[in-house]
């Protein structure tokens, strides 16, 4: 039988950034956002060949941080930014479901990396999902990426709308995440 090693990563060692388009007849007007969390754990379990078997991701809704705004008729000035946090970390129904998980119960060998198969909780909502994921090896670390899109409908999220809905957060978002763990 073998053994089983589980490695822990949060955002000392990433970051895991969300960015979001906008939509509508006053698309113009809005801005396309750019969003981290600063409270995430990520668990990658391996067998003894360090080939990942599970991988989990827990993020904390209310760690959310709008960094940038693109676009728009004027800059995002900081009032714009706290707002933008505040209406999306509603959106995100953060009050009754404070964290969004992903459990891959499914990894297996792409070229660059792993395909990594499971169920992403958004809001109380599970769905399918899948993410690629990157694996870099150097001389003491791991560089880890994934790139993944989300769409708000497919979670029963509606997205964040102003000026009855002239104005919209598109219904897909990207995801990109990055992290280096390092080598035992």
């Given at each position: 039988?073998?053994?089983?090693?589980?490695?822990?990563?949060?955002?000392?060692?990433g970051?895991?950034?969300?960015?979001?388009?906008?939509?509508?007849?006053?698309?113009?007007?809005?801005?396309?956002?750019?969003?981290?969390?600063?409270?995430?754990?990520?668990t990658?379990?391996?067998?003894?060949?360090?080939?990942?078997q599970?991988?989990?991701?827990?993020?904390v809704?209310?760690?959310?941080?709008?960094?940038?705004?693109?676009?728009?008729?004027?800059?995002?000035?900081?009032?714009?930014?706290?707002?933008?946090?505040?209406?999306?970390?509603?959106?995100?129904?953060?009050?009754?479901?404070?964290?969004?998980?992903f459990?891959?119960?499914?990894?297996?060998?792409t070229?660059?990396?792993?395909?990594?198969?499971?169920?992403?909780?958004?809001?109380?909502?599970?769905?399918?999902?899948?993410?690629?994921?990157?694996?870099?090896e150097?001389?003491?670390?791991?560089?880890?990426?994934a790139?993944?899109?989300?769409?708000?409908?497919?979670?029963?999220?509606?997205?964040?709308s102003?000026?009855?809905?002239?104005?919209?957060v598109?219904?897909?978002?990207?995801?990109?995440?990055?992290?280096?763990?390092?080598?035992?």
């Amino acid at each position: 039988m073998s053994a089983q090693r589980q490695w822990t990563l949060g955002a000392a060692d990433g970051e895991l950034v969300l960015k979001t388009d906008k939509t509508g007849p006053a698309a113009k007007t809005g801005h396309r956002l750019t969003i981290g969390f600063t409270d995430w754990t990520g668990t990658v379990t391996v067998d003894d060949d360090r080939v990942p078997q599970r991988v989990s991701l827990r993020v904390v809704v209310d760690s959310l941080e709008v960094r940038s705004g693109e676009g728009g008729v004027t800059p995002m000035s900081g009032a714009e930014r706290a707002m933008a946090r505040s209406n999306a970390v509603k959106s995100l129904k953060a009050s009754k479901a404070p964290e969004i998980v992903f459990v891959g119960s499914s990894v297996s060998p792409t070229d660059g990396g792993y395909r990594v198969a499971g169920d992403l909780t958004i809001a109380g909502t599970s769905v399918p999902h899948s993410v690629d994921v990157e694996v870099a090896e150097t001389a003491t670390a791991w560089d880890v990426s994934a790139h993944t899109t989300v769409s708000h409908k497919a979670v029963g999220l509606k997205p964040y709308s102003l000026a009855m809905g002239a104005l919209k957060v598109a219904d897909e978002v990207e995801l990109d995440f990055r992290a280096t763990l390092p080598r035992p």
